[in-house]
């Protein structure tokens, strides 16, 4: 995403030019970042930490009315513990991001219940939904269901419905009407309609889906350890809180929820989007800690919540632990800067080079030589699903129409890639291959790469 940021920086017009699945609010913190921090990864992991206390500082005062200090430290040291053991491979992922904009969603909500239904607060919590969207477009059921819960509590309230959940919406279309105007003032407007209705709808959501509670079990090291303690803590919470009910208890139920429905829709199973459930499941787990240090329970259920919350804070340092010692980051840094050293080693100044990657360090590569391509694609995952499909043979063509023309000074296969892996791919991709073959030699083959430059009679 910083190589996108880049580009845009650079000209590029968002999807006209660059083809990619995320939303333009993605783009627009990246650029962010870039401008402030700079591209190295130190800016963008003081960026991640940076957004890592705020969203802390964020379940600590949402909490605190609901579980006291004690509760509200214990939900900002879970999550914290819970994003810090995952590695420096989850820093600023989307769905990380993702929690923070949540939470103050649900601030908002709860503020407007706790005082007399005041419309004020459901502004503010539609603006950061709707930013949320611009991030994920998952969010939008989020936003929706925020939009319920409003209704129930002015209904209960005696108050008009309407005009709540028309603020919660309205407020809610602020950010993505912003970006909409935006891309359609860059002239991205319509590239982003086609993409996302010829590729991404129908396409891209059923590419290489699992089941995700399967993927929890057996893929993800002390993944199902950590859910299953802060599930258990979290139903805890739920149970512990006082009564009545209160409503920021209930808005974590409903966050966890939707949480389980992020995870479960996306149908990846991918570690990262937990990230939700995680954070609603450790504001409960927050809950329970705090019902357990205000004397209100029997010594057995207190040392129940304390040996829970400690088996917790085990696991998942035994994560981070292991994360901190991941070989294949260690890799793929040294696959990066051996490409890098390869590609500028080549004659090719002023020329573009075209990756074919998804995550094995060739538009890393890219963007630390600041190297353009001649195509759009970024990916080449595109071109290996559904591949009858005539949507999928349109980004062939494209994609071979525009190595032909745009004559690359070197085209740079990843042998790592998804869902299609190993060199052997090119085989299913005659046009390219055919174009290997008659115009380029194999000049390079690295550990995880094949540098293929272009031959001086073509």
Not at 79 to 108: E, K, N, T
Not at 197 to 220: E, I, K, M, Q, T
Not at 386 to 408: K, M, N, T, V, Y
């Amino acid at each position: 995403m910083h190589y996108v940021a880049w580009l845009i920086g650079q000209g590029a017009v968002p999807y006209r030019d660059v083809f990619d699945m995320n939303l333009p609010g993605v783009y627009a913190l990246h650029a962010m970042v870039l401008a402030t921090l700079g591209p190295g990864d130190l800016g963008w992991r003081l960026f991640d930490l940076g957004w890592l206390l705020a969203t802390a500082t964020l379940l600590f005062a949402y909490c605190r009315p609901l579980a006291g200090p004690v509760g509200g430290a214990a939900t900002a040291l879970l999550f914290s513990l819970y994003h810090l053991a995952g590695g420096a491979w989850r820093a600023g992922q989307r769905d990380y991001l993702l929690c923070a904009l949540l939470i103050l969603g649900v601030w908002g909500v709860a503020l407007s219940w706790e005082s007399a239904d005041a419309l004020w607060p459901l502004a503010g919590a539609g603006l950061v939904l709707g930013a949320a969207v611009t991030l994920k477009p998952h969010a939008t059921l989020f936003l929706a269901a925020a939009a319920a819960i409003v209704a129930v509590g002015r209904r209960r309230a005696e108050r008009s419905w309407v005009a709540g959940v028309g603020l919660v919406l309205g407020a809610g279309l602020v950010a993505p009407a912003l970006v909409i105007g935006w891309l359609a003032w860059r002239g991205g407007l319509r590239a982003f309609i086609s993409v996302l209705a010829d590729y991404v709808l129908p396409l891209y959501g059923s590419v290489d889906r699992v089941n995700p509670w399967r993927a929890l079990l057996f893929w993800h090291v002390y993944g199902w350890q950590i859910f299953s303690l802060l599930s258990i803590l979290a139903v805890a919470g739920a149970i512990l809180s006082r009564r009545p009910f209160p409503i920021r208890a209930g808005l974590a139920v409903v966050g966890a929820g939707y949480g389980a429905v992020h995870f479960v829709g996306q149908g990846k199973g991918w570690e990262y989007h937990l990230y939700p459930l995680a954070c609603f499941l450790c504001l409960l787990a927050g809950a329970a800690v705090g019902a357990a240090a205000s004397g209100r329970l029997t010594l057995g259920p207190r040392v129940a919540v304390a040996s829970l919350l400690a088996a917790t804070v085990i696991v998942m340092g035994a994560k981070g632990a292991d994360a901190s010692r991941a070989p294949w980051i260690v890799a793929k840094e040294r696959t990066v800067t051996a490409l890098a050293e390869d590609l500028r080693a080549l004659p090719s100044r002023g020329q573009t080079v075209q990756v074919m990657d998804t995550t094995a360090g060739g538009i890393h590569a890219l963007f630390r030589l600041g190297l353009r391509q001649p195509t759009r694609f970024m990916y080449d995952f595109h071109f290996f699903h559904d591949e009858s499909d005539p949507r999928i043979q349109a980004l062939r063509a494209e994609f071979a129409r525009g190595l032909a023309l745009g004559r690359p000074a070197a085209i740079v296969v990843m042998r790592d890639s998804w869902p299609a892996l190993s060199y052997d791919r090119l085989a299913r991709f005659p046009e390219v291959e055919r174009l290997l073959a008659d115009r380029y030699t194999l000049a390079r083959e690295g550990d995880g790469y094949r540098i293929y430059a272009k031959r001086s009679d073509s």
